[in-house]
């Protein structure tokens, strides 16, 4: 079986958090990012993580990969300037493996469900994310004023994890010339697909202050299921 191992992103600005460092923030008992750690190292496909960081939580995150990585934490470095940046330096940590799996630990309550499904499909195609899809009706505007309506049954809202061929990331990541929003995009511009799955609805990103409210209670309902308290 290919080697997996997982980037996990925490370098953000949190900027919209109103002075909340998010990755830090505490959701459930526990920082946020703690989420995602547990999350992955309870994937039995995953040998390895790193985490990256930015200079302010740096010390803290290495803290609490000890506490929540089960072992697997192999090293927490510090991010760069850009998005990509960051995934860049994670790359140059990693391990050898074949499989990279890239997460945003601003979505804390990714499954391993989630991961395992990524991974599957990253090896059969390459490359591979979750999404869902939209259903609101997006317009595309311009100077305040519609321009066209999209075809909402094409479109889907891409989220992390992001799951690629090690070797295809890093090429992706080599040829890349402009400033884009996640790893997908950087395959996207070598012309190479990307497989498209559904993941639930709390597979959220949190960003304001709000997000953790909702992330508390989709925490707190499923504690309450059946399957949880059994």
Known sequence: ??????ILLAAGRSARMLGLEKTLAPLSGMPVAAHSLRAFAACASIDAIVLVSNSANHSTLTQLSAEHGAGKVTAVVLGGKRRQDSVGQGLQALPPCDLVVVHDTARPLVTVEVIERGLALAAQHGAATVASRVHDTVKEGQDGFVQRTLKREN??????PQTFARALLERA????NEDVSDDAMLVEVLGEPVALYEGPSSNLKVTTPEDLVIAEALLRSEAQTPAATA
């Open 173 to 176: 990541h080599a040829a890349a």
């Open 155 to 160: 479109l889907w809202a891409v989220q992390t």
């Open 1 to 6: 079986m290919s080697k997996a191992a997982a």
